[in-house]
């Protein structure tokens, strides 16, 4: 089998398309999936197989299964729009496939070839189209994920494993639209260490997270920011986007990310808004910003805005800090100017209204 051959096995009993426009009228984030899915089996000695289309349904699972209890799953998250000529395309596909990879490599599972795992979100957006939500920054969030798949308790890499795509139909993340949120540092958890799996998409972060994203709400904020593990520090990013600092001195604009520490996503938004970012000739710099620079640039009123990114939550901005030493609010504690032209130039590309000049879209 060549691994881009996907056998069709489409549903009898598609949801049907009265129901299916009540959830697209108000879709939420990942509360809905759509009719399909894709699956792909690896064995170990046989390599990729058995690639196919069918209707959604729960997977059956040994209770000795080995991601159960060791946790050797990773996943993806990306988007399909509808485009103004009624064509529907995702948006960098094949950076999430490398990505996917190289999650795979850091957590000792078998690497899909970048062509398969984009040929499996486009066989499953070409059959579910209808889920394709028509409206404004609406879109289908299609989300791969691997796990292993073999029965038993030794620790060690499975020799089984399975690929799934699944789509979900997306409004906001936030419920609130685009409103600033407010965030807790956390000094007593860190999400992720110098040699750890930070970098990767692997399930078992977000397990890790939990506890912090529940302090956070404890204290009335709406997200975990996480800091370097060895000085609690430096800002790494937040429970699921990384984020961006916007500097103001005079007319120059300066935006700042935390560079790539080994312990933090590289975020397809992240690094994708950065080339937007030069396209409107701002200063777009990777760099180190830490607690204080966050703090003092507040005060002196250099740091205008600061925001979140990632493919679940578009741009959001921050809005308010708070941390066991001190609270501030974030520039006038409104969504900012920059903030807000990057957010619309990124989802001009993504809807079509612009051209997409980086090849970025994937058409169907
Ligand atoms: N950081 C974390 C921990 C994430 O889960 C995500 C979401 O995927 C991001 C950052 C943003 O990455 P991307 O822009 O590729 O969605
Ligand atoms: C995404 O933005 O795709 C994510 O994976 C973030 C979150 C839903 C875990």
Redesign the pocket.
């Known amino acids: 089998m060549t691994t881009t051959t996907i056998e069709l096995k489409p549903s009898s009993h598609p949801l049907p398309s009265a129901e299916r426009e009540k959830i697209l009228a108000s879709p939420g984030f990942?509360r809905h999936f759509t009719d399909h899915m894709v699956t792909i089996k690896w064995t170990e000695g046989r390599g990729w197989h058995d690639a196919q289309l069918v209707p959604y349904a729960p997977l059956s699972i040994d209770p000795a299964n080995m991601t159960l209890h060791y946790a050797q799953t990773i996943?993806e998250?990306l988007k399909a729009y509808q485009q103004p000529d009624g064509t529907v395309a995702t948006f960098r596909p094949d950076a999430n496939a490398t990505r996917f990879q190289a999650s795979a490599r850091r957590l000792a599972m078998p690497e899909l070839p970048v062509e398969t795992f984009i040929a499996a979100c486009d066989a499953l957006v070409t059959q579910d189209r209808a889920w394709v939500p028509a409206h404004g920054e609406q879109s289908l969030y299609l989300r791969p994920f691997m796990f292993a798949t073999e029965v038993g308790l030794g620790v060690r890499p499975a020799n089984e494993y399975l690929f799934v795509v699944i789509a979900s139909p997306a409004g906001a993340y936030f419920p609130g639209g685009v409103k600033p949120v407010s965030v807790w540092l956390s000094e007593e958890y860190v999400r992720a260490a110098p040699g750890g799996t930070g970098a990767a998409?692997a399930g078992g972060n977000?397990a890790a997270s939990l506890v912090a994203q529940a302090q956070a709400a404890e204290k009335g904020c709406d997200q975990v920011v996480w800091l370097d593990a060895i000085e609690r520090r430096w800002i790494e990013e937040m429970g699921?986007m990384n984020l961006y600092f916007v500097y103001r001195t005079g007319d120059a604009v300066r935006i700042v990310t935390p560079e790539l520490s080994g312990s933090l996503l590289p975020g397809i938004t992240r690094a994708s808004l950065l080339k937007i970012g030069e396209d409107l000739g701002y200063g777009f710099e990777e760099g180190r910003i830490s607690v204080d620079d966050w703090k003092n640039g507040n005060a002196d009123g250099s740091l205008t805005e600061v925001f979140a990114c990632?493919?679940?939550?578009v741009i959001t901005p921050v809005g308010s800090v708070k941390s066991a030493r001190a609270n501030w609010t974030v520039g006038d504690g409104q969504p900012g100017e920059i903030t807000m032209k990057l957010r619309k130039a990124l989802l001009d590309i993504q809807t079509g209204a612009t051209p997409d000049t980086h090849n970025w879209m994937h058409p169907l």
């Not at 990632?310 to 939550?313: C, E, I």
Request: proline share 0%.
């Open positions: 990942g996943f998250g998409k977000y699921g990632g493919t679940a939550a």
